[in-house]
């Protein structure tokens, strides 16, 4: 089974709109953390916000913020005002387990943003 | 002041060779990864090395070797390259539990 589901294969958005990436996660540890990446047409992967399993508020990063509904096991990312630079590709990744030994890093298939002027 | 870098950026070879993939960072991480990106873009973790010791060892077929010769560095080496081993290897660092994963600029591999 999937463990990162991210539904939304391409996205489009109107400049300066908010958009929502969906990310949906399957794990049993009661301890993870979520992430959420940003690869442009260049190649390299920018880390953009990060949510552990126990943070009581939705992380927020500029204007990144992570939608975070633990019950749903959703961790959708929310870019407000969006860019011509926001343009990439974006992926949702878990890390299950904690400490130096079983950690796991599962990523999403990505979703493929393009924000039009 | 690079923080993760990788080793050649660009590798073309034939099948059958031998090659080493270089990686390093200087953020003094103790846990440092290598990913495997295909062509469709779908990400997937190779290994894990937290102190020089590996943690997690994705089922990779055994003509890939990590080797860490001190935790700033994890290079990776490939014996008897096949055509599905093109791709884009990232190396990657963090903090043990740490919050953010730092990754290299990629290294593209083309086996002809």
């Known amino acids: 089974a999937q463990k990162i589901t991210q539904t939304q294969p391409g996205m489009f958005v109107q400049e300066k709109e908010a958009v929502t990436l969906d990310c949906t996660y399957d794990?049993?540890?009661?301890?993870?953390?979520l992430f959420w990446y940003k690869q442009p047409s260049s190649g390299e992967m920018i880390f953009l916000i990060y949510?552990?399993?126990?943070?009581?508020q939705n992380a927020t990063e500029g204007r990144y913020s992570l939608n975070f509904q633990k019950a749903r096991k959703s961790a959708n990312l929310v870019i407000s005002a969006s860019q011509l630079g926001d343009s990439a590709m974006y992926f949702c990744a878990m890390r299950e387990g904690q400490g130096n030994y079983g950690q796991n890093f599962v990523f999403g298939p990505g979703t493929r943003l393009s924000v039009l002027p | 002041d690079t923080a993760v870098s990788q080793t050649p950026k660009y590798l073309v070879t034939q099948m059958g060779n031998d090659k080493s993939i270089k990686c390093e960072q200087n953020l003094g991480h103790d846990t440092m990864y290598w990913y495997k990106q295909d062509s469709k873009k779908f990400l997937k973790i190779m290994f894990s090395?937290?102190?020089?010791?590996?943690?997690i060892n994705e089922t990779v077929p055994n003509r890939f070797s990590p080797k860490s010769p001190d935790k700033a560095h994890l290079n990776l080496h490939i014996n008897s390259l096949e055509l599905g081993d093109s791709a884009v290897y990232f190396c990657a660092s963090s903090q043990t539990q740490g919050n953010e994963q730092f990754f290299g600029p990629g290294t593209r591999l083309t086996v002809l």
């Open positions: 090395y937290n102190n020089k010791e590996l943690i």
């Open positions: 794990t049993s540890d009661p301890s993870y953390g």
């Open positions: 949510q552990g399993s126990y943070d009581q």
